[in-house]
Each structure stands twice: as structure tokens, then as C-alpha cells.
């Protein structure tokens, strides 16, 4: 069997009048999470028409890859930092590429 990355979208709605903190909290976890081991692919983007809704696409060598990115200490903390600062919980989503 081939060996498949695991894909994930995450989106963060910030709180209207929160958008530009949200976003320098965002920006500020990109380079470490790049330097992680298993990290393919790990962008921001933010909506056009909805500056409140920020999303991340990323690629990840394997679960286990994106779960010790999940508890790394960079993440941790941006999540305590946006706690206050959103909508509704960050949804994140695990996919496989079917195609």
C-alpha cells in the first residue's frame, strides 16, 4: 500500500473587532510549524469577502506527524492567546486524498 499524507483544513473565525490580533497570532505559529518534522505544506489564508475567516491548508508526512504538532508548545500557546479572541472553536479537518 502507498504511503498517503494526511491533509487538513482548519478554519478560525475571529470575532469582528479582533481580526488583525487573530491574524498576528496566526501568522506568528507558520515558520515553527514549518520547521517541524512531517510539516509538507502549512498555509494561511484569509477570506476576501470575510476578513473574519482565516484558513489554514496543510499536508502532514503522517498522523502521527500532525498530532505532535498539535501538542507542541507554539500551538498551545496561540491557542491560550485565542481564546478570547473567536467567533467559535477553530474546526479542524483531517482528510485523505481519494484522487
Known amino acids: 500500500m502507498t504511503h498517503q499524507t494526511i491533509r487538513v483544513v482548519a478554519r478560525i473565525i475571529a470575532l469582528p473587532e479582533k481580526v488583525e490580533t487573530v491574524k498576528a497570532v496566526l501568522l506568528e505559529i507558520i515558520e515553527p510549524t514549518r520547521q517541524e518534522a512531517g510539516s509538507i505544506k502549512y498555509e494561511l489564508l484569509q477570506n476576501q469577502s470575510d476578513p473574519t475567516d482565516f484558513t489554514f491548508v496543510e ?3 503522517s498522523d502521527d506527524a500532525l498530532d505532535t504538532h498539535l501538542a507542541t508548545p507554539h500551538l498551545n500557546e496561540a491557542g491560550a492567546k485565542l481564546a478570547s479572541l473567536l467567533a467559535a472553536e ?4 483531517r482528510y485523505s ?3
Open 97 to 99: 486524498v481519494l484522487a
Open 90 to 93: 477553530p474546526d479542524i479537518r
Open 59 to 61: 499536508e502532514w508526512a
